[in-house]
Nanobody, 122 residues
Framework: VQLQASGGGLVQAEGSLRLSCTASGGNIFSIDRMGWHRQAPGKQRELVATVTSGGSTNYADSVKGRFTISSDNAKNTVYLQMNSLKPEDTATYYC????????????????WGHGTQVTVSS
């Protein structure tokens, strides 16, 4: 299974970016949850937002009201619309998926993308 993320970049404070991440390969049968985590230099990786296949969402308090997560189940893709960006949002953003593979037997696992850099200048 591969998770390919895109959409990172450099933006000024109060600007916007949209991240996307697509899961592919590995005989994916279904994806139960996808989400985004981030890691700033010298800090631990933290949850940003998740969305289930049923559309339920969860956000870190620090991004509520500014970030919106959504998904396209048919495309195995998750999006993160980030508005009103702040310098403290600067981090490497990692896509995550919890999914079911059909490999003779059904196997559930967690997968991560390589990350995309988001830099917010003040």
């Amino acid at each position: 299974v591969q998770l390919q993320a895109s959409g990172g970049g450099l933006v000024q404070a109060e600007g916007s970016l949209r991240l996307s991440c697509t899961a592919s390969g590995g005989n994916i049968f279904s994806i139960d949850r996808m989400g985004w985590h981030r890691q700033a230099p010298g800090k631990q990786r933290e949850l940003v937002a998740t969305v289930t296949s049923g559309g339920s969402t969860n956000y870190a308090d620090s991004v509520k009201g500014r970030f919106t997560i959504s998904s396209d189940n048919a495309k195995n893709t998750v999006y993160l619309q980030m508005n009103s960006l702040k310098p403290e949002d600067t981090a490497t953003y990692y896509c995550h998926a919890n999914l079911l593979q059909r490999l003779g037997v059904f196997t559930r696992g967690d997968y991560w993308g390589h990350g995309t850099q988001v830099t917010v200048s003040s």
